[in-house]
């Protein structure tokens, strides 16, 4: 008989039983040996139906193909972008990938985008070299204006975004700010009231603080409540909280 030995969202060590039975599937950071799948690191344990992997504590953020992040333009070729990652490894956004508009050879790219910009764009591919190609041809990838930019642990990106977006549009529906969260762990935030971007930066690091605790959702529900003296909808929170107990 299939059994999950361990809570969703519990810190586990490596050697640490899992779940017992076939029915369970081992996948990022888990490893099965006879009848159980035991933890490969330290971690965070979570299950998506009946698949369980680990996500790390900590580290630095490692680039993957189809993620989108936040970058920083820091060198400006013939052929495009040099844009920093937050990474050990910088990337590159070729002329091709960043525009559907024509560029003429020979144009001056500072125009397109500067040193120092700041860019939500698409990674494409990432070699065995670690060389890695970004875009800005999909939805919501675009150059970024105003606003600041705070970093978070990268490991705790997920938790800060919430299933299908539901924890960070808990944050925007009671602040009022605009709000992208990179999966490198830097996040954009731009409101024209000082007051509720500094609340959303709270909330935003009390998430990253307390993201292995239970009961998170209802903590920062009441903590936004609180600080701008807004009702977050119901929505909003079941959503949430359907993200905690699958």
């Known amino acids: 008989m299939s059994e999950l030995k361990t809570k ?9 039983i899992l779940a017992t039975g076939m029915d369970y599937l081992p ?16 971690g965070i344990l979570n299950v998506d139906g009946k ?44 002329l091709k990938d960043a525009s559907n508009e024509f560029i003429e050879k020979g144009a ?5 985008f500067n040193f120092d910009d700041y860019i939500v764009c ?13 875009t800005m041809k999909a939805p919501g990838l675009r150059k970024l204006r105003g606003g600041q930019i705070i970093e978070v642990n ?20 009671a602040t009022g700010c605009s709000i992208i969260v990179g999966q490198n762990g830097w996040v954009w935030l731009n409101s024209e009231d000082a007051k509720m971007e500094l609340i959303a930066i709270e909330t935003i ?14 903590r920062i529900k009441e903590f936004l409540e609180k600080k701008t003296g807004k009702k ?15």
């Open 8 to 16: 969703e969202k519990t810190i586990v060590v490596p050697g640490e």
């Open 27 to 42: 996948s990022y950071g888990t490893y099965r040996e006879g009848d159980h799948i035991r933890a490969g690191k330290l």
């Open 51 to 94: 698949v369980l992997k680990i996500t790390s504590i900590s580290g630095r953020y490692m680039p993957k193909r189809g993620d989108t992040i936040i970058g920083k333009v820091i060198d400006v070729t013939m052929n495009g972008w040099r844009v920093e990652t937050n990474s050990p490894y910088s990337a590159m956004l070729m």
């Open 108 to 112: 001056n790219l500072t125009r397109i």
């Open 122 to 134: 698409g990674i494409t591919s990432v070699s065995s070299q670690k060389l890695i190609d970004l």
């Open 154 to 173: 990268t490991h705790k990106v997920p938790r800060i975004i919430g299933k299908n977006g539901s924890m960070v549009s808990m944050i925007k529906q």
């Open 205 to 218: 690091k009390k998430i990253e603080a307390e993201a292995t605790q239970s009961g998170l959702t209802d």
């Open 232 to 246: 977050i909808e119901a929505t909003v929170i079941h959503n949430e909280q359907q993200e905690v107990s699958q």
